[in-house]
């Protein structure tokens, strides 16, 4: 063949054309996306969905767990002077599925008419005499009139972790909580 001549099977501009490689990039996408589905499913199924809705981790059956989180030894006392805001004089409980992962919370409203740094103060070395211990460095180091909006202390309680909450509604009022996920996993202050 001259160089003047062109081949027949060559476009203009060079190039051979190459056998077509879609059908089997196709074919293998299909098999990897298959697989993947079907992995997730499982993970669906055996680590997440399924699975703890058949181990009752659902509001539904939270009685026992509720009993052992609304216990009165688990929450530390107020500071003297402290009492119960009228209107809660019983421990509001309340299981919540708003995030997906159900939880419960043992609410109690306290007014007190001593500052907040008294109120600190006191869960702190109440709350270590219970045996919880300070949820990150924000809730054990901070002084107590720099402490954050929440103050938080983390414990095993019956084999599962919990989260006891210090919050200021406002200057003379303050919320108690302890606050469990019914799927073991650690509350976050």
Same mark, same amino acid.
């Given at each position: @063949? ?12 060079? $190039?051979?054309?190459?056998?077509? %490689? ?42 026992? $767990? @509720? ?28 299981? @919540? ?13 306290? %007014? ?11 869960? %702190? ?7 919880? @211990? ?30 006891? %909450?210090? $919050?200021?509604?406002?200057? $003379? ?17």
């Amino acid at each position: @063949m001259t160089t003047n001549e062109v081949r027949e099977d060559v476009p203009k501009g060079g $190039r051979a054309p190459t056998k077509s %490689r879609v059908p089997f990039v196709s074919l293998t996408v299909s098999v990897v996306a298959v697989l993947c589905a079907g992995e997730l499913g499982a993970a669906y199924f055996l680590g997440g969905g399924l699975f703890l809705d058949r181990m009752g981790v659902s509001c539904e059956k939270s009685g026992k $767990r @509720m009993a052992q989180v609304s216990s009165a030894s688990v929450v530390p006392p107020p500071p003297a002077g402290a009492a119960l805001l009228e209107g809660h004089e019983e421990a509001g409980g309340e299981c @919540m599925e708003d995030s997906g992962a159900p939880w419960l919370a043992i609410d109690r409203y306290y %007014r007190f008419n001593g500052g907040r740094e008294a109120v600190v103060i006191h869960y %702190r070395q109440a709350a270590e005499k219970s045996g919880w @211990m300070p949820s990150g460095p924000e809730s054990a180091e901070a002084s107590a009139s720099e402490a954050p909006f929440d103050v938080c202390f983390d414990k095993d309680l019956a084999g599962a972790p919990a989260l006891l %909450r210090l $919050r200021f509604e406002s200057t $003379r009022t303050f919320l108690m909580s302890v606050e469990s996920s019914l799927d073991g996993e650690p509350m976050e202050c």
